[in-house]
């Protein structure tokens, strides 16, 4: 597709399990980040790759929330022993070129995934 | 630190209105500036950046935005707003990295 794609859309989970969210960048793009929405808020960065590399990590809320991107496209955020301030929108974006610091190109965002924990 | 602060927290207004959301953003150093919209139901999607140059940018739907650095302001302005217009908007700043403000949610009445 021409998008970002997230996957699943919803997701419902028990306090204690542990969830995997997926992102789909737009082919060819080297930057992608994870956002955490809440309600009423805007997107929170969580975390951004370039290509394989996870470059920064420092908006992750706990050592509970992971993130990957092996292959430098598909990505995952795993978020273990889920807690129930951890229900929110995440949000993927990707971008064309590197450089978070220095980014000048708009980010692509997904739909997100509405995480709910019971 | 880095804060991105929109105004305005749920705008009401009818159809030929004209619209001004505040965005006022806190970083000392050069930044790219973004708003974005959320159509219900719908992603975010941009509408409109401004990196450098003339300080009026001018997006889609008729949407544009201006700069002053001198007050680090950045809102978003159209003259006359339609219902299709009802959205979430969020003013967006990357300096050192990406914060986006709480967003507006404006709602427009047929």
């Known amino acids: 597709g021409a998008g970002v794609s997230q996957s699943p859309r919803y997701k419902v989970a028990k306090r204690g399990q542990d969830v995997a969210l997926r992102c789909d960048p737009i082919?060819?793009?080297?930057?992608l980040f994870w956002y955490q929405q809440a309600l009423g808020q805007g997107p929170e960065f969580l975390t951004y790759?370039?290509?394989?590399?996870?470059?920064?990590k420092s908006g992750l809320p706990s050592d509970r929330f992971f993130a990957e991107r092996p292959e430098g496209s598909v990505s995952t955020l795993k978020i273990q022993r889920t807690q129930q301030e951890d229900s929110a929108v995440y949000l993927c974006?990707?971008?064309?070129?590197?450089?978070?610091?220095?980014?000048?190109?708009?980010?692509?965002f997904g739909d997100g995934t509405r995480l709910s924990i019971l | 630190a880095q804060s991105v602060s929109q105004h305005n927290h749920h705008v009401i207004l009818s159809e030929a209105a004209s619209l001004e959301l505040g965005c006022n953003y806190s970083?000392?150093?050069?930044?790219?500036l973004f708003w974005y919209v959320q159509y219900p139901g719908q992603h975010l999607q941009l509408l409109l950046k401004?990196?450098?140059?003339?300080?009026l940018v001018k997006g889609i739907k008729g949407f544009e935005a201006e700069f002053i650095k001198s007050k680090f302001s950045f809102n978003l302005r159209k003259p006359s707003v339609q219902w299709s217009d009802t959205a979430e908007y969020f003013c967006?700043?990357?300096?050192?990295?990406?914060?986006f403000g709480a967003g507006t949610r404006l709602t427009v009445k047929p």
């Open positions: 974006a990707s971008s064309l070129i590197e450089g978070r610091v220095r980014g000048n190109q708009p980010q692509h």
């Open positions: 082919s060819g793009h080297v930057s």
């Open positions: 790759f370039q290509n394989e590399a996870q470059l920064d």
């Open positions: 970083y000392g150093g050069t930044v790219n």
């Open positions: 401004y990196f450098s140059g003339d300080p």
């Open positions: 967006a700043v990357n300096g050192y990295d990406m914060r």
